[in-house]
């Protein structure tokens, strides 16, 4: 019998509180899930960071840590952590994402707002172009980036994706480091960010790397706030340079009330709901993990504390 310790908010508890236990026993697993324990005898932590914990160093028999969340900033340099850390890498979440960047991608391709804005009696005909005359940067290629690049390019959009290492994915020109960065974001009509948020990727967009996008680029921004320098991103904004920004994520979150971010008029904000980690499928996914590394198969999806994700 392991034990398995589920440390997040405790309202979200309800949620998973009969499905955890239940998925775990359907990988064959006789697990107990519980809210509290004693430390040494808890094997595995599913864990997100608004449960609170924050010191693993009574945890000495624990064997690794399942992540409830694909982003792993707050816990990845903790350095009471000397067990592996997967990432949630789940499928509730990757349709969520995807939904949500096609719905912003399509918004700004169309040039929906002009529409929907309108009520000055009008009639002003803008057709916008096909989606394959529409180049889109996905920077990220992880599991989100690449699934939301599949999509777009399923839909035609022209789609160049940026990673660290580099990648050959069908339908999509991949390019990976500083200077196919440069290339990419030189042709980035729209460009999305699904990147995690590490000292290599902070104030990644910065005054340099905005000023190669085309003219009235839109930045459509999932990732992480501090991927983007804000005050390079105001002033592009203001100039016009930048056209648009869809930000979901903000180095301070909730956003302060009186950010300029809401109330530019080329800015939207959306308050970090780009994908929420769905318990239905999250918990199909957290207990197969852990059930492998039971196996001794290896945990999936672990980050690498070196790289930050
Ligand atoms: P992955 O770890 O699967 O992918 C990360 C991608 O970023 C990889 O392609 C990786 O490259 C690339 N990358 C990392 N560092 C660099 C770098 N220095 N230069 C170039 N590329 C880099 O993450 P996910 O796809 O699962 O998630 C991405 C992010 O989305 C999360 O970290 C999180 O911040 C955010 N997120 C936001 C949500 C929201 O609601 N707003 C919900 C869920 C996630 P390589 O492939 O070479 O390793």
Redesign the pocket.
Known sequence: MITVLFSAREDIWPNYETRLPEALAEEGLAARVVREADPAEVDWIVYAPNGGLTDFSPFTKLKGVQSLW??VEQIVGNPTLKVPLA?M?DPG?TEG?VEWVTGHVLRHHLGMDADIKRTDGQWVRHVAPLARERTVAML??????TACARALAGLNFDVRG????E?RIDGITCA?GDEGLAEVLREAEIAVL?????P??TNLLDAVRLALMPNGAVIIN???GPLIDDDALLEALDEGRIGHATL??FREEPLPAGHPFWHHPRVTVTP?????TRPVTAVRSAAANIARAERGEGLLHTVDFG?G?
């Open positions: 694909a982003g990432r890498v979440m994402m990220g290629l992880g599991a989100l980036g940026w990673s660290r290492s990648k990976h699904l990147l995690p948020d590490t290599a990727t999932p990732g992480r979901d994520v970090h709901i780009a994908s929420e790289l994700y």
